[in-house]
């Protein structure tokens, strides 16, 4: 029962983005796949199958979104829509620095609380 109406079928959110809220949904799509892959990787190292399993449920909706996104933007009736023009480039590379620097800020974090607990764990042995 494909009518070719977008709105006919199971209720749908139409969206219409420029160039720059494209490049920032795109920047954003791919800090939460970079996360999730790190949770992920973590997870396996410690043995954490539940992060493991968050990731596969999670990761494939994702990828599927990116996917309708290229799809769209394929179909565009603007020409040169296909390809990452600077407007969308800009927007995700703003995004994707900030997803570069919150991985070092959490890296230096993660490694500032493991000296803290390494040099309270060497005070205690100290004392004994």
Request: aromatic fraction near 6%.
């Amino acid at each position: 029962m494909t009518s070719g109406d977008p709105l006919a079928g199971p209720p749908h959110l139409l969206l219409t983005l420029d160039r720059q809220e494209t490049g920032t949904l795109l920047g954003v799509l791919a800090w939460v796949l970079g996360g999730l892959e790190m949770m992920r990787d973590r997870a396996e190292a410690v043995d954490e199958p539940t992060f493991v399993e968050l990731h596969a449920s999670i990761v494939p909706r994702l990828e599927a979104l990116l996917a309708m996104m290229n799809e769209a933007r394929q179909r565009s009736p603007f020409e040169g829509v296909g390809q990452l023009e600077p407007e969308v480039e800009a927007a995700y590379s703003q995004v994707r620095q900030a997803f570069e620097a919150w991985v070092q800020l959490t890296a230096y974090d993660t490694a500032t609380a493991a000296v803290a607990t390494h040099d309270d764990d060497a005070g205690e042995k100290s004392e004994n």
